[in-house]
């Protein structure tokens, strides 16, 4: 299982990122998948979760309306756009695998993107 995340970096409040995962080494499209966050002196966080085949979606409440989160089986990639970024925003985000059947939980992590938020 490999998840490659990229597309983090630096930007001013209000901005915007896009973060792509690319998946590899399992049938990508057999498994919900997940952003999760993780600001420094903090635990992780749930920002957003798509199932298998993109009709279930669920988003954290500091991102609702916000972040938009997406999947392209075919090309075995995951996404997700966030507009109008804080600093509350600041984090390591990783791309997340979950297994069918699981509730959400996530059973392997990426190396994670960097995305600051500041003036």
């Known amino acids: 299982v490999q998840l490659v995340e990229s597309g983090g970096g630096m930007v001013q409040p209000g901005g915007s990122l896009r973060l792509s995962c690319a998946a590899s080494g399992f049938t990508f499209s057999s498994y919900d998948m997940s952003w999760v966050r993780q600001a420094p002196g903090k635990g992780p966080e749930k920002v957003s979760a798509i199932s298998t085949g993109g009709t279930d979606i669920l988003y954290a409440d500091s991102v609702k309306g916000r972040f938009t989160i997406s999947r392209d089986n075919a090309k075995n990639t995951l996404s997700l756009q966030m507009n109008s970024l804080t600093p509350e925003d600041t984090a390591l985000y990783y791309c997340?695998?979950?297994?069918?059947?699981?509730?959400?939980?996530?059973?392997?992590w990426g190396q994670g993107t960097q995305v600051t938020v500041s003036s």
């Open positions: 997340a695998r979950d297994p069918p059947g699981t509730g959400w939980a996530s059973d392997y």
